[in-house]
């Protein structure tokens, strides 16, 4: 009896070893390192300490979940104040039903809290979010720096951080994010020099605007790749940079307005073929309006007003066909052609030194024209001389 119970013990604990073989193909069970389900990859549960794979990247989805929960809800208590409440739904670990926080499949891409008007900073920890290509920030009351982790954020591609309280010298940190194509900082508090590499970043949109930006614009600015640059209402200084159009570039729109720019508009700004939008106004701009300007084919707007622009406007210049809007009020331009004076688009030419046209300086402000002696190349443009002096400038300003 002895035996037979013996034998009878064995077969069971046979039995138990072979189920067991098999269960840990598809489960693995562990006190203290816990219970597995699946490969680890397609939505098995884990409970416990331990990895439920001995191959440590076999929980990519978990790892990322964890991460971005915890940095969200770090970020979450660097934020003061919430008057929408938006914040209240940032609870739980289900980060893609947090207000505001946008994912494909698990992972997050795309954060758009603009106009929350939430106050607060910026935690290193949002370097977390690696999937993340789109941070919309604008009108808020974000304060402080850019943290220096945002270069580890290697999909991103769109960053807005316009209408807030930052502050300090430019953000180097948003040169270093490997795939940013969008980057807007305007109407906050930055101040300082603007960096050369930032034109030399492959970047479509550079909106700077409304900040305290001061020096001069970096030189190699004719290089951007962007189609959009907006650096209006800062104190930025000095000359336009010659390099401005050699390249070229597809620049569809381009505002320097209201700065303390100085000298002559360069003769390359011919070569802006895609050139749409074109405002230099409120600046103390001198000489005359370059004749290349009328190879500007796709302009549509163009305002040289409130700068000290001398001589005759260019008579090409009223030709353009895309032409809607002309401002060259308060310069100091003596004539226009008669194909300016019968646009039909809206044409300001108030205070300058027209004769014979109503609203102009008075004679004595005519008599000595600020930047008489200011000599700036010139090289004569004719409707069909565009393309030639493209090839001329560009030949010109090679090594």
């Known amino acids: 009896m002895m035996k037979k119970k013996g034998t009878k013990n064995f077969s069971l604990l046979s039995l138990f070893l072979f189920l067991g073989l098999?269960?840990?193909?598809?489960?693995?069970?562990?006190?203290?390192?816990?219970?597995g389900g699946g490969d680890?990859?397609?939505?098995?549960?884990?409970?416990?300490?331990?990895?439920?794979?001995?191959?440590?990247?076999s929980a990519p989805k978990q790892q990322t979940t964890n991460a971005a929960y915890n940095a969200l809800q770090s970020w979450k208590s660097a934020i003061t104040?919430?008057?929408?409440?938006?914040?209240?739904?940032?609870?739980?670990?289900?980060?893609?039903?947090?207000?505001?926080?946008?994912?494909?499949g698990s992972l997050i891409t795309s954060i758009d809290l603009n106009k929350a008007n939430l106050k607060g900073t910026i935690v290193k920890d949002l370097s977390l979010l690696s999937d993340l290509t789109i941070l919309h920030l604008n009108s808020n009351r974000f304060f402080g720096q850019i943290p220096d982790s945002f270069k580890n954020l290697d999909s991103l591609q769109e960053l807005d951080l316009s209408n807030n309280r930052f502050s300090g010298s430019f953000p180097q940190v948003t040169l270093y994010i490997p795939n940013l194509v969008y980057l807007d900082l305007r109407f906050n508090n930055f101040t300082g020099s603007i960096p050369e590499n930032l034109f030399n970043k492959q970047l479509d949109a550079i909106l700077l605007?409304?900040?305290?930006?001061?020096?001069?614009?970096?030189?190699?600015?004719?290089?951007?790749?962007?189609?959009?640059?907006?650096?209006?209402?800062?104190?930025?200084?000095?000359?336009?940079?010659?390099?401005?159009?050699?390249?070229?570039?597809?620049l569809k729109e381009v505002l320097f307005l209201n700065n303390q720019l100085t000298g002559c508009i360069p003769e390359s700004v011919g070569l802006f073929s895609d050139i749409e939008v074109l405002d230099v106004s409120f600046n103390s701009l001198?000489?005359?309006?370059?004749?290349?300007?009328?190879?500007?084919?796709?302009?549509?707007?163009?305002?040289?007003?409130?700068?000290?622009?001398?001589?005759?406007?260019?008579?090409?210049?009223?030709?353009?066909?895309?032409?809607?809007?002309?401002?060259?009020?308060?310069?100091f331009f003596s004539g226009f052609s008669s194909q300016c004076s019968s646009l039909s688009v809206g044409f300001d030419f108030t205070g300058n030194c027209i004769p014979g046209k109503g609203?102009?300086?008075p004679q004595p402000d005519?008599?000595?024209?600020?930047?008489?002696?200011?000599?700036c190349?010139?090289?004569?443009?004719?409707?069909?001389?565009?393309a030639a002096i493209s090839l001329g400038l560009k030949v010109a300003s090679s090594p």
């Not at 929408?84 to 947090?98: A, F, M, P, Q, R």
């Not at 209006?232 to 000359?239: F, M």
Request: overall charge negative; proline content about 6%.
């Open 22 to 35: 098999i269960l840990t193909d598809g489960y693995s069970i562990g006190v203290g390192v816990g219970i």
């Open 40 to 57: 680890g990859d397609d939505g098995g549960v884990w409970i416990g300490g331990g990895n439920p794979n001995s191959n440590p990247g």
């Open 81 to 104: 104040e919430d008057p929408s409440g938006i914040l209240k739904t940032w609870v739980g670990e289900d980060v893609c039903s947090y207000r505001g926080v946008f994912c494909s």
């Open 209 to 250: 605007n409304n900040n305290q930006f001061t020096g001069e614009i970096p030189g190699n600015l004719g290089y951007s790749t962007a189609s959009v640059i907006n650096l209006a209402n800062n104190k930025l200084s000095g000359e336009i940079p010659t390099s401005f159009g050699i390249t070229g570039s597809k």
């Open 286 to 331: 001198m000489g005359h309006v370059p004749d290349t300007i009328s190879c500007l084919s796709e302009i549509e707007v163009l305002n040289l007003g409130h700068n000290k622009f001398s001589g005759d406007l260019p008579d090409l210049v009223c030709t353009l066909r895309n032409l809607i809007n002309l401002t060259v009020s308060f310069n």
């Open 359 to 361: 609203y102009q300086r």
């Open 366 to 375: 005519c008599s000595a024209i600020p930047g008489g002696q200011l000599s």
């Open 377 to 386: 190349l010139r090289i004569p443009a004719q409707p069909l001389t565009c």
